[in-house]
């Protein structure tokens, strides 16, 4: 098992790390606070663990932060391999082409064939 869940959890748990030893807090007052286990709040620190959104706005309100920032310029890449590369507009544009493409070529298809693409 990886000692980190993905980059973007380093990033956070380090965040959270800086926010709470800003105000001189230990982990267990934050995970007191925050309504959290001492070792959900270890793991995030370490980046083990990827919190969810409601873990996350928890320990923001309590480190008195905006939970934005603990997230702020991560991408979907820092959260670590995908299948799929491709934003909405990427699969929109692409579908559109598909969809031109098949409409072109609807004279020299005597099947009708559609062109159609799967979300999946």
């Not at 980059?7 to 959290?36: N, W």
């Not at 590369?85 to 409409?103: L, M």
Request: no cysteine; glycine share 10%; proline share 3%.
């Amino acid at each position: 098992m990886p000692r980190f869940h993905s980059p973007a959890a380093q990033v956070i748990g380090a965040r959270i790390r800086d926010a709470r030893l800003a105000l001189g807090i230990s982990m267990d007052d934050l995970s007191h606070l925050a309504e959290l286990s001492l070792t959900s709040v270890g793991k995030i620190e370490r980046g083990a663990q990827s919190p969810s959104a409601e873990t996350l706005v928890r320990l923001a309100t309590v480190l008195e932060i905006d939970a934005g920032s603990l997230i702020s310029g991560l991408t979907a890449r820092d959260f670590g391999q995908r299948t799929r590369q491709y934003t909405a507009r990427d699969f929109i544009r692409e579908q559109r082409a598909r969809e031109q493409g098949s409409e072109a070529g609807s004279d020299d298809n005597p099947m009708g064939a559609t062109g159609t693409s799967s979300a999946g």
